[in-house]
Every structure is written in structure tokens, then in C-alpha cells.
């Protein structure tokens, strides 16, 4: 599967960005799926993860109540709305299908990555 990540953007601190991710089939449904997120000179680390229905979902605790994930099967796609923008959270941002069902937080359980949308928050 290909997933293909688009959204990001410039934005002042406090502002609101819409990242969604494009499956290229179908499979995706049967999986979960997350966010990642790499800032400059620092490892990837998870954002968030919703599981293949879309009922369950988790989030790291430094965006825990201003990120949302969500999915819609139907269109193969996946969403992060991203509120309250820190420059903290200034990164390139990757979508990730998961091989686990419900949208694992390891790196090593991702199958496969997109190509990743650049987040700038700025102060």
C-alpha cells in the first residue's frame, strides 16, 4: 500500500492544522493506523494511533488533548486535527499502517510509512 500524506504548513502558535493521509487501496480497513513525527535533529516518535474500526485510540501524553486521530474506511483515508499548535510540535509528519489492529505506538510493528508533510509552528 502507498499512503500518501498531505496538510502541513506554516502556522502560529495556538493555530489548528488538518493533516490527512491517502490510502492507495483498500487493505488499509483491516488495520491500524498512526501518526508519527520526527523534529529536527531527534528521533521519530508516535503521535497517535486509532485502530482498524475507528472505536480505540491513543496518544502520546505530549498531545493528549489537543491532537485528534481519526479514519473513514470508506475513503481510505486517515485524519490528524491538530489543535492549540505548540512550536514543540514543529516536525515532519508520517502516516503509518500498522500490522497490529489497533494502531501500534512501535516503529517495529509499522508495515508501512508515507512520505511524510512538514509541520512549522511558529512562536
Known amino acids: 500500500v502507498q499512503l500518501q500524506a498531505s496538510g502541513g504548513g506554516l502556522v502560529q502558535a495556538g493555530g489548528s492544522l488538518r493533516l490527512s493521509c491517502a490510502a492507495s487501496?483498500?487493505?488499509?480497513?483491516?488495520?491500524?493506523m498512526g501518526w508519527f513525527r520526527q523534529a529536527p535533529g531527534k528521533e521519530r516518535e508516535f503521535v497517535a494511533g486509532?485502530?482498524?474500526?475507528?472505536?480505540?485510540?491513543h496518544y502520546s501524553d505530549s498531545v493528549k488533548g489537543r491532537f485528534t486521530i481519526s479514519r473513514d474506511n470508506a475513503k481510505n483515508m486517515v485524519f490528524l486535527q491538530m489543535n492549540s499548535l505548540k512550536p514543540e510540535d514543529t516536525a515532519v509528519y508520517y502516516c503509518?499502517?500498522?500490522?497490529?489492529?489497533?494502531?501500534?505506538?512501535?516503529?517495529?510493528?509499522?508495515?508501512?510509512w508515507g512520505q511524510g508533510t512538514l509541520v512549522t509552528v511558529s512562536s
Open positions: 486509532v485502530s482498524w474500526r475507528g472505536d480505540s485510540k
Open positions: 487501496d483498500r487493505t488499509v480497513s483491516n488495520n491500524g
Open positions: 503509518a499502517q500498522s500490522r497490529s489492529s489497533y494502531g501500534s505506538s512501535r516503529q517495529a510493528d509499522v508495515s508501512s
